[in-house]
């Protein structure tokens, strides 16, 4: 048998229009041209083949095979026409209630009963469009960011803005706005609380054992989210009073790249740490609550970003911590701890 290179080359021609039809789209175009290409790659090699060549009739009958084959081929992978769409495709809704979203797809018919064009119903599903526009607010938006550090002592005197007398601490915060554009009315608050300790007071003890429930604690992460939903309370009342022309505490811009440094005296009332004289959970410390509240130009709602910190006097000589007496004393700074609270629930929303 002869060597016919050729062959071999018209061959894998043929194998790369194959692989090259492979990822080009799918038209009839395409596919016409493909095989007809295939076809004037492999009759030569066919037609020349060992066996094929010695007579006339295996060469017309092989070349019928080729044709016929393609056409199977062709028919085979012929690509659907396009715009042809079901008359009505319904997908039964999930029998979970959150997971209840169907999609009909159907083609409106003219009077006449002639289809003119197809429409697409969403029912419970957000479009690409609305999707990618609430992610692109998100990824807009301002993000308050701080730091807090204390300034003056922990005190229990008449010096704060309580009166008579109320515990107050003076506290520097950095607000850094870590977002992507300017936050509007932002608003900075702490609280003080005691931090009580879920525990048995003693008359719930017998014989060593507990009975019953234990006095509930202090629940700081709670305690954090209802502070930053008051501190907006406070602000949309504000509003209300802006839009009446009387006058009212106002906030103020944190731009990005921009950071703000403010010192001010927080100062608590006594409500809530005289009612923890009795507790017998009382821990010794204090949790220190703070939050800031901000707008943007894209929503009217309140972001908020919110941490909890323990705050708590440092080892006394004998290696103990000392508690913070409820009934009222002077703390200087450099006997001062604080830290971030372990049950604070920090969050920014």
Not at 108 to 114: L, S, V
Not at 223 to 243: G, H, P, R, T, Y
Not at 279 to 307: E, M, R, W
């Amino acid at each position: 048998m002869s060597e016919k290179p050729i062959d071999r080359w018209l061959a894998l021609g043929a194998l790369v229009v194959g692989i090259i039809y492979f990822w080009i789209p799918k038209t009839p175009s395409t596919l016409i041209i493909s095989l007809a290409a295939i076809f004037l790659l492999l009759i030569h090699p066919l037609w020349n083949f060992w066996w094929i060549e010695k007579s006339l009739s295996r060469q017309i009958i092989a070349c019928l095979c080729l044709v016929v084959c393609l056409f199977m081929f062709g028919f085979v992978v012929w690509p659907p026409p396009t715009g042809v769409i079901p008359e009505k495709v319904e997908q039964k809704p999930l029998k979970d209630k959150k997971a209840e979203q169907s999609i009909r797809v159907e083609q409106p018919k003219k009077p006449n009963g002639t289809v003119q064009k197809h429409e697409v119903k969403r029912e419970g599903i957000p479009s690409a469009k609305e999707i990618a526009s609430e992610i692109n607010k998100e990824s807009q938006k301002p993000m308050i960011d701080f730091d807090i550090r204390i300034i003056d002592p922990l005190a229990y005197d008449n010096e704060g803005r309580a009166a008579p007398s109320g515990w107050h601490i003076g506290l520097e915060y950095q607000l850094t706005n870590v977002g992507k554009i300017p936050a509007d009315d932002v608003l900075f608050q702490t609280k003080l609380l005691p931090f009580i300790i879920s525990v048995w007071p003693k008359e719930k003890i017998i014989n060593g054992i507990p009975q019953g429930s234990p006095e509930p604690g202090t629940k700081v992460a709670i305690q954090l989210k209802k502070f930053c939903n008051d501190i907006v309370d406070m602000a949309v009342v504000n509003e209300k009073l802006k839009s009446l022309k009387i006058d009212s505490m106002a906030g103020e811009v944190v731009f990005p790249g921009k950071p703000v440094v403010r010192r001010a005296i927080y100062t608590e009332g006594t409500g809530e740490i005289d009612a923890a004289k009795t507790a017998p959970g009382y821990s010794g410390q204090f949790v220190l609550l703070a939050c800031v509240i901000y707008h943007s130009n894209l929503d009217n709602s309140y972001h908020k970003t919110g941490k909890a910190f323990s705050l708590f006097k440092q080892k006394n000589i004998s290696g103990k911590y000392a508690a913070i007496n409820l009934s009222g004393e002077q703390v200087p700074i450099e006997d001062l701890v604080i830290v971030h609270h372990p049950l604070g629930g920090d969050f920014a929303d």
